[in-house]
């Protein structure tokens, strides 16, 4: 299983990006997925996770109403769309995948499936 996420960029605060994950060499339907992102100097975090069919996603209070995550599995994509973006966003942001059910507090050292990251700055 890969996952390649893109889509980061420099944006100014209160824009909005949108981050693609695609995975290849799998099914995506298989898999729960989420974002994380890790700021510099900072450890890594939970941003977002999506069930199998999309039909649960879950969120850090720090994002609510402002990200969205969603999934196409025919497409084989998962994707983070971010808006009204603030300099605090900034940071690395990682897919990644999982046969089972991951969340916000469960160790990010058994999620079995990570992408390389794309970088997200946000400036004032």
């Known amino acids: 299983v890969q996952l390649q996420a893109s889509g980061g960029g420099l944006v100014q605060a209160g824009g909005s990006l949108r981050l693609s994950c695609l995975a290849s060499?799998?099914?995506?339907?298989?898999?729960?997925m989420g974002w994380f992102r890790q700021a510099p100097g900072k450890e890594r975090e939970f941003v977002a996770a999506?069930?199998?069919?999309?039909?649960?996603?879950e969120y850090v209070d720090s994002v609510k109403g402002r990200f969205t995550i969603s999934r196409d599995n025919a497409k084989n994509t998962m994707y983070l769309q971010m808006n009204s973006l603030k300099p605090e966003d900034t940071a690395v942001y990682y897919c990644?995948?999982?046969?089972?059910?991951?969340?916000?507090?469960?160790?990010?050292?058994?999620?079995?499936?990570w992408g390389k990251g794309t970088l997200v700055t946000v400036s004032s």
């Open positions: 990644a995948a999982d046969r089972t059910k991951f969340r916000q507090s469960s160790e990010q050292g058994g999620i079995d499936y």
């Open positions: 060499g799998t099914t995506l339907s298989w898999y729960f």
């Open positions: 999506i069930s199998w069919a999309g039909t649960s996603t």
